[in-house]
C-alpha cells in the first residue's frame, strides 16, 4: 500500500520561499487527486491546497491564495508546493494527502484517504 513522504520543510525568514514536495513508495498516486493541509500548535489541521488527478485543476485556502502553488509530476509520481512570500502565519507542520481515483481537487479533508507524516516549516518574523 501506498506510503506518502514529504520533504523540503525548514526555517525561513518573513519574506522567503521553500519549496515542499511529496512522493509515494508503493505504488504511483498519478491518478488520484491530492492536497495539502497544515496544522499549528494548537489549531486545527486546515486546508492548504489541492489538484485534481490529472493536474488540470486546483484549489487553494484564501490565506495562500496568490502565495502558493500546487503542482504535479505525475511521470515523476510527485507532488509540490512552492510557497513564496512566507509568513509567520504559515508556520505548521505541512502534510501531504492523497484523495481518491480520478478526483478533482478538493478542500475537504474528509475527501482524502492516505497521508503522510508531515514536515516542518517555521517563518520566523
Known amino acids: 500500500q501506498v506510503q506518502l513522504v514529504e520533504s523540503g520543510g525548514g526555517s525561513v525568514q518573513t519574506g522567503g520561499s521553500l519549496r515542499l514536495s511529496c512522493a509515494a513508495s508503493?505504488?504511483?498516486?498519478?491518478?488520484?487527486?491530492m492536497g495539502w493541509f497544515r496544522q499549528a500548535p494548537g489549531k486545527e489541521r486546515e486546508f492548504v491546497a489541492a489538484i485534481s488527478w490529472s493536474g488540470g485543476s486546483t484549489d487553494y485556502a484564501d490565506s495562500v491564495k496568490g502565495r502558493f502553488t500546487i503542482s504535479r509530476d505525475n511521470a515523476k509520481n510527485t507532488m509540490h508546493l512552492q510557497m513564496n512570500s512566507l509568513k509567520p502565519e504559515d508556520t505548521a507542520v505541512y502534510y501531504c494527502?492523497?484523495?481518491?481515483?480520478?478526483?478533482?481537487?478538493?478542500?475537504?479533508?474528509?475527501?482524502?484517504?492516505?497521508w503522510g507524516q508531515g514536515t516542518q516549516v517555521t517563518v520566523s518574523s
Open positions: 508503493g505504488r504511483t498516486f498519478s491518478r488520484y487527486n
Open positions: 494527502a492523497e484523495g481518491q481515483p480520478f478526483g478533482g481537487a478538493s478542500k475537504r479533508a474528509l475527501d482524502y484517504v492516505t
